[in-house]
């Protein structure tokens, strides 16, 4: 099975009964898929919406009306959904987004792969905020991560990204379907209790349009009743805060990753595509003393899992872009982080992992 | 006033003295009942401006969105769930600047919705700039020496992107008005009612409509009955300056989208 037909079969087996997306290379497959399957769904919708910027809003409506609601595209359609991903997040909208990643800026490399929106996901709309990014590396990831994706949002009411690349996305690899997946739905709205007070960690409830609960919801500063409340400092920042804190407080408590060879010297960051490089050198043992973390959630950063590699001499981060996530590991480890940058599309050759073993001190 | 739909704890509201927005909310919650709508299968969306304020005021579920979006959310929100009544407000800028794209394409797909668009020919909320509807030679503070650029006609818009049902009346027209929006309710498909009104503070105030009455004196004297017009104009006689139509412009039936199942 291709990634991108994974991810689509994931979202489906999580329940996903509301797709509306817009053609982009390297994602198209996955609206394709929806749009095969869910028309024979009972109740279930896939619409093609005239861009992106109407597809990201179609979810969040979508979503209100207690839907399972997805979209997915890449870099440039990712850049015109800023404006409605913020939005998701001031309302607090569980959604589903998936990035099949390519080479940007602009236009770029439509039929190659890049990790280049790796900080656009975190920061890319304005203001203060905080979300959650997965990031598939195999085929079976694109099926598992795309169902917990959904169950994510859920819990923590938030659009969560799925972070692929052209590489993962059009790979075919062999994969298990589940006979079914575990689907956590959002904690319903208690009675009496107004639909912005956190009830859970941070977390409001949640109760669906047209069930009688009277919701008004909105981008601006608001009270727990939802209503408009601009030029109060404090509700503001209280709010603000909470957005941030109920995903932050979460990282470790949902951090989801793999470690191997945890007490090697050199140690291998990466996520998505470069893992598979990585495996490659440290399982293969091509070069010694070396081991890797890889991250199935980048976002929100789990930093402590950086401690537990305690005879670390370098921690060495592949990325499809020119160092981003290193960056994030930098701030918070004491030994040399060094990063391997590659752009233009193609994958880390073991080679230029061991070489930067080598140049980091390693044995050959 | 239709009470029972308001959010009294949320009164008074952001509308300026003599603005028409109110007026128009009252008409639209006169139709809504009318038709039979109830709180808790209705749902208003707004995208920004002053026009998208007013769901905020009433009580049902809302989405107050981003500027320009509405009716792609809407969009969302009745495919997702067609059982819902689903009820827009917007305004010249939102509509015809910024969410252009998604108008025409609403109006292609003819998804059962409701837009009722407040035009006042300016933005309104942040101050008073130029809009898409804005005539040409009135000022505003983008158009300090009049606006050179040809207007949108809204109802053209609709009728040509394939909506069911348009009509256009005023905020002086409040019984017509209040008719064309029970009509667009019960219309199958994609309805839009433009509502010429008054904005005394961000046009009237440069445009020599200070006051409210201005504005609603120049709208009944400027307002041409659609019918009466195609009854009585000349072949190829053109309107007077500055006067618009105003009825029923198309009620047809396309095939539509988002109508809920009956069974």
């Known amino acids: ?364 | 006033m239709r009470e029972d739909w308001l959010r009294n704890d949320r009164l008074p509201h952001i509308y300026c003295a003599g603005c028409g927005n109110g007026t128009i909310m009252n008409c639209v919650l006169e139709a809504v009942d009318k038709a039979g709508y109830e709180r808790d299968n209705t749902v208003f969306l707004s995208g920004i401006g002053c026009s998208s304020r007013a769901p905020g005021y009433i009580e049902t579920d809302s989405l107050h969105t981003t500027h320009g979006r509405a009716l792609a959310f809407a969009t969302g929100v009745k495919m997702a769930k067609p059982s819902l009544n689903v009820v827009v407000f917007t305004g010249d800028g939102d509509i015809a600047a910024i969410g252009g794209n998604h108008f025409i394409h609403a109006c292609r797909r003819n998804i059962d919705l409701t837009v009722v668009c407040m035009n006042n020919h300016i933005y309104g909320m942040t101050g008073g700039q130029g809009s898409p509807t804005t005539p040409i030679g009135k000022t505003s503070t983008t158009t300090p020496y009049g606006a050179v650029e040809v207007p949108f006609d809204l109802v053209d818009l609709a009728v040509a992107a394939g909506a069911n049902y348009v009509a256009r009346w005023t905020s002086y027209h409040v019984t017509q008005l209040t008719e064309a929006v029970l009509n667009g309710l019960n219309t199958p498909g994609f309805s839009l009612i433009e509502v010429r009104c008054q904005c005394p503070t961000s046009y009237g105030r440069r445009n020599k409509f200070r006051e409210p009455k201005d504005y609603m004196d120049f709208l009944r004297s400027h307002a041409v009955l659609k019918e009466k017009w195609e009854r009585t104009a000349k072949p190829g006689e053109e309107l007077p300056a500055e006067s618009f139509l105003v009825g029923e412009f198309v009620r047809r039936a396309r095939p539509v989208m988002g109508v809920a199942d009956e069974t």
């Open chain 1, 1 to 364: 099975m291709q990634g991108n037909i994974a991810s689509a079969e994931g979202a489906l087996a999580a329940g996903c009964n509301f797709f509306a997306g817009y053609p982009i290379t390297p994602s198209t497959e996955i609206a394709e898929h929806m749009a095969a399957r869910l028309p024979k769904r009972k109740g279930a919708c896939f619409i093609q919406m005239e861009d992106e910027i109407a597809s990201m809003a179609a979810i969040i409506g979508a979503a209100w009306t207690g839907a399972r609601a997805m979209t997915a595209t890449s870099g440039p359609g990712f850049s015109l959904m800023m404006e409605n991903i913020g939005y998701a997040v001031m309302s607090e909208t569980p959604c589903v987004i998936v990035n099949v990643q390519r080479g940007g800026p602009s236009t770029g490399q439509p039929t190659m792969a890049a990790q280049g929106d790796m900080m656009q996901v975190r920061f890319g709309s304005h203001g203060d905020y905080s979300i959650i990014a997965l990031c598939p590396s195999s085929v079976q990831e694109c099926f598992d991560l795309t169902a917990k994706a959904f169950n994510l949002a859920d819990q923590f009411r938030t659009p969560v990204f799925l972070m692929a690349d052209e590489v993962i996305g059009h790979m075919r690899e062999r994969i298990d379907l589940p006979d079914e997946v575990m689907v956590i739905r959002p904690r319903p709205l208690p009675e009496g209790v107004l639909p912005f007070t956190p009830v859970d960690n941070g977390v409001p409830g949640f109760a669906s349009f047209g069930t009688g609960r009277r919701i008004p919801v909105t981008g601006l500063t608001h009270n727990e009743q939802g209503y408009p409340d601009t030029t109060n400092p404090a509700r503001h920042e209280s709010l603000v805060r909470r957005l941030v804190s109920k995903i932050e407080d979460a990282r470790h408590e949902i951090a989801d990753f793999q470690v191997v060879n945890e007490d090697a010297a050199f140690i291998f960051v990466c996520y998505g595509a470069p893992v598979r490089t990585v495996q490659e050198v440290v399982d293969r043992r091509r070069v010694p003393d070396t081991g890797y973390l890889k991250l199935r959630i980048v976002w929100p950063f789990p930093e402590k899992l950086l401690q537990r590699f305690t005879n670390v001499r370098a921690f060495i981060v592949p990325e499809m872009n020119l160092g981003m996530i290193s960056r994030e590991i930098e701030r918070h480890v004491q030994v040399p982080v060094i990063p391997i940058g590659k752009i233009g599309g193609e994958l880390h050759t073991p080679e230029e992992l061991i070489e930067a073993v080598h140049f980091a001190g390693g044995d050959a």
